[in-house]
């Protein structure tokens, strides 16, 4: 089955400096990963995906690489805010079958940004 | 504009107790699922569905079940509820094809087993 590791398990950054998660996910017939955002006490959200046919994609202040030859991923947030700081997890979707639409998510991490 | 509703948000129960945790959405979405969030080890799937009366076993069902009767709604059963099982549990639901990509999760429901 699909299994994703994801690194660090906390992270500590000062305000306007940048942090980076990263991830590894084990199938490669995986074709889709998100990256879900979730704040004290609040549901996890939708910040940003990529799809196995692209390697970058940006939105604003958040980019993400995907490197399949490696099953790496990663997360970077540019120019932190408080407002960041939050648990984020990476996720990936098997291809095919009733695996369609399931996620299997990484271990989050624990982003704290400093004033 | 709440789109996934979790009956309970703060549930305690003892050893042994039968527990349900309910799920409604009103988005029409075909697929919905049940994962438990702990610490340290993310969100894990327990178990999904893709149609009514059909649900298929995530990475970690053993001591629950589901039901869905319905489309809109999506039951997580705890039959014998363990202190193991004390966690948060969070539903969500997608749309099947390209929609199925997106995860629209609950407020989660945070159960305590005595």
């Known amino acids: 089955g699909e299994n994703v590791e994801q690194h660090p398990s906390t992270l500590s950054v000062q305000e306007g400096d940048s942090a980076v998660i990263k991830c590894t996910y084990s199938?490669?017939?995986?074709?889709?990963f998100p990256w879900y955002k979730q704040e004290l006490g609040k549901r996890p959200q939708l910040i940003i995906d990529?799809?196995?046919?692209?390697d970058k994609r940006q939105g604003q202040r958040v980019t993400v690489l995907l490197n399949k030859t490696v099953k790496h991923l990663s997360l970077q947030i540019a120019a932190t805010q408080p407002g960041d700081s939050a648990v984020y997890f990476c996720?990936?979707?098997?291809?095919?079958?009733?695996?369609?639409?399931?996620?299997?998510f990484g271990q989050g991490t624990i982003l704290t940004v400093h004033p | 504009d709440v789109k996934v509703t979790q009956s309970s948000r703060y549930l305690v129960k003892r050893t042994g107790e039968k527990v349900f945790l309910e799920c409604v959405q009103d988005?029409?979405?075909?697929?919905m699922f049940w994962y438990r969030q702990d610490p340290g080890l993310g969100l894990r799937l327990i178990y999904f569905?893709?149609?009514?009366?059909?649900?298929e076993k995530g990475d970690i069902p053993e001591g629950y079940s589901v039901s869905r009767e319905k489309k809109e709604r999506f039951s997580l059963i705890l039959e014998s509820a363990s202190t193991n099982q004390t966690s948060m549990y969070l539903c969500?639901?997608?749309?099947?094809?390209?929609?199925?990509?997106?995860?629209?999760f609950g407020a989660g429901s945070r159960l305590t087993v005595l």
């Open positions: 969500a639901s997608s749309l099947t094809g390209h929609g199925a990509n997106v995860l629209t």
């Open positions: 988005m029409d979405h075909e697929n």
């Open positions: 199938d490669s017939a995986s074709n889709y």
């Open positions: 990529i799809r196995s046919n692209m």
């Open positions: 996720a990936e979707r098997g291809a095919g079958g009733t695996s369609y639409g399931k996620l299997t």
């Open positions: 569905s893709y149609d009514v009366k059909m649900k």
